[in-house]
T-cell receptor
């Protein structure tokens, strides 16, 4: 299996809602990532997990809370988001160190209303 | 500060010609550089990785060069086809993560 699967594909949520984005891979990768991408901009790194431990947090607001329950799964919990958080959220995985390239999922299109 | 620059925001190339995209970086010495393709509304797709001690890498119609003296990578698509139209992103490694350039939107004109 050479895919990274993200669910849901689309999500609309209110500013008081709590929701979660899910990501799954079965490639044996031990590094997983969350990126945020706004229209016509490059992906921006949010979090890096290495061997199921959070290794990098790019100063992301606490309303975004990542979780890595096991080596195949990565979640992003969302709470009290703002309209400016609307974006495409991308999950990726790789070998630790990323020196064979990253495999990205198709993303979750999030709209905060 | 470290910068990654992809020289063109958009590039139009006639079908059958070679498309050449440029990625420049400053204030940094990456161990490797990657190129990705991204279609609208989809995640990036990994194409090629080139290491600092490699001058050139090829994969089918794709060729990447890496000049650490010029701090530049060139990405070539030969015999370009309309299906090659997409945004192409270069990415550099930094501290166990990769950072993307802004990308070049490539349009192959039939």
């Amino acid at each position: 299996d050479t895919e990274v699967t993200q669910t849901p594909k689309h999500l609309v949520m209110g500013m008081t809602n709590k929701k979660s984005l899910k990501c799954e891979q079965h490639m044996g990768h031990r590094a997983m990532y969350w990126y945020k991408q706004k229209a016509k901009k490059p992906p921006e790194l949010m979090f890096v997990y290495s061997y199921e431990k959070l290794s990098i947090n790019e100063s992301v607001p606490s309303r975004f809370s990542p979780e890595c329950p096991n080596s195949s799964l990565l979640n992003l919990h969302l709470h009290a988001l703002q309209p400016e958080d609307s974006a495409l959220y991308l999950c990726a995985s790789s070998q630790v160190g990323g020196r064979d390239g990253y495999t990205f999922g198709s993303g979750t299109r999030l709209t905060v209303v | 500060s470290q910068k990654i620059e992809q020289n063109s925001e958009a590039l139009n190339i006639q079908e059958g010609k070679t498309a050449t995209l440029t990625c420049n970086y400053t204030n940094y010495s990456p161990a490797y550089l990657q190129w990705y393709r991204q279609d609208p509304g989809r995640g990036p797709v990994f194409l090629l990785l080139i290491r600092e001690n490699e001058k050139e890498k090829r994969k089918e119609r794709l060729k990447v060069t890496f000049d650490t003296t010029l701090k530049q990578s060139l990405f070539h698509i030969t015999a370009s086809q309309p299906a090659d139209s997409a945004t192409y992103l270069c990415a550099l490694d930094r501290d166990d993560k990769i950072i993307f350039g802004k990308g070049t939107r490539l349009h192959i004109l039939p």
